[in-house]
Nanobody, 124 residues
Framework: QVQLVESGGGLVQAGGSLRLSCAAS????????LGWFRQAPGKEREFVSA????????TYSDSVKGRFTISRENAKNTVYLQMSSLKPEDTAVYYC?????????????????WGQGTQVTVSS
């Protein structure tokens, strides 16, 4: 079981930036992937981005491409999500997720472990 702890959420004005962190601990695997999802009130959980630990393969949703950047620091088992040009519609709880198989796509059901989430609020 992988434990995931997110940090870095907060309140920011539209156009601003935030960086989220997700630290993984416990039983990790060399080829696992870490991803970010988000869920706004009244909406379904939405894929944001993911990256494979071993080779850095990554993907983004169309809604954040060009504004968000995912990166990893393997020595710390940590993944980051740098969010720029934030919009009010980015407001959501952001969740970190881990996939033991290295799956780094958008299907939430294929991720094995989830963090508790961190709130991001973008004011207009």
């Amino acid at each position: 079981q992988v434990q995931l702890v997110e940090s870095g959420g907060g309140l920011v004005q539209a156009g601003g930036s935030l960086r989220l962190s997700c630290a993984a601990s416990g039983r990790t695997f060399s080829n696992y992937a870490l991803g970010w999802f988000r869920q706004a009130p009244g909406k379904e959980r939405e894929f944001v981005s993911a990256i494979v630990r071993s080779d850095g393969l990554l993907t983004y949703s169309d809604s954040v491409k060009g504004r968000f950047t995912i990166s990893r620091e393997n020595a710390k088992n940590t993944v980051y999500l740098q969010m720029s040009s934030l919009k009010p519609e980015d407001t959501a709880v952001y969740y970190c997720a881990a996939s033991r198989s290295g799956y780094y796509g958008s299907q939430a059901r294929l991720y094995d472990s989830w963090g508790q989430g961190t709130q991001v609020t973008v004011s207009s």
